[in-house]
């Protein structure tokens, strides 16, 4: 029923989980199965979240070594997903609010929050905001808020963890550039 490597694995993407002989999928992501939250990626044949039209690994251009085949049964529940054209621009949406961290200088750190983070940083490129005129600020952290007031005491928090608790903000930053390369992102 399932090509296997070595071992009988979940057939989940990028899930290594060792299951018994007879099945496809670990526990976790059966219950999402009869639930009809996970299908098959048209591209590679492996199971993956229904929200996605492909896997990551297809999605970002990964090879993907063997296509396993997985021969599904029907689901109990299907649900479909929802559209809006409002999702394509989501990122501009009125009041939400980019909170960032920038190394500027010689691991100088650089906290702030704006409605419109492609602007922002091009106005610190050119010098028009501080810190002054960076040719290459480098993106340590991104996270959005709800609204201005919000990205303002997050802002604060984290100044203060600069000082406070400066490997949290190192993990904070490692955390966040170990996902961007998982998405294909190279932030260097």
Request: glycine share 6%; aromatic share 12%; proline share 5%.
């Amino acid at each position: 029923m399932f090509w296997r490597k070595k071992r009988n694995v979940c057939a989940y993407w990028d899930c290594n989980t060792a299951i018994p002989e007879d099945d496809f999928l670990c526990p976790e992501h059966y219950s999402k199965w009869v639930e009809g939250l996970i299908d098959k990626c048209p591209k590679c044949g492996r199971l993956k979240d229904v929200m996605y039209y492909l896997c990551l690994d297809c999605y970002v251009g990964r090879k993907v070594k063997k296509k396993p085949y997985v021969d599904l049964p029907k689901p109990e529940k299907i649900y479909r997903i929802e559209y809006t054209d409002n999702w394509t621009d989501s990122y501009l949406e009125p009041g939400r609010c980019f909170i960032y961290i920038l190394e500027v200088g010689d691991g100088e750190l650089y906290i702030g929050h704006t409605e419109d983070i492609y602007s922002r940083l091009a106005e610190i490129r050119e010098g028009r905001k501080s810190p002054g005129a960076v040719k290459k600020p480098r993106l340590h952290y991104l996270e959005t808020a709800i609204d201005e007031n919000a990205a303002e005491l997050r802002e604060l928090e984290l100044k203060g963890l600069v000082t406070a608790n400066p490997g949290q903000i190192n993990a904070m930053s490692l955390e966040f550039h170990h996902h961007m390369q998982e998405l294909g992102f190279d932030l260097d």
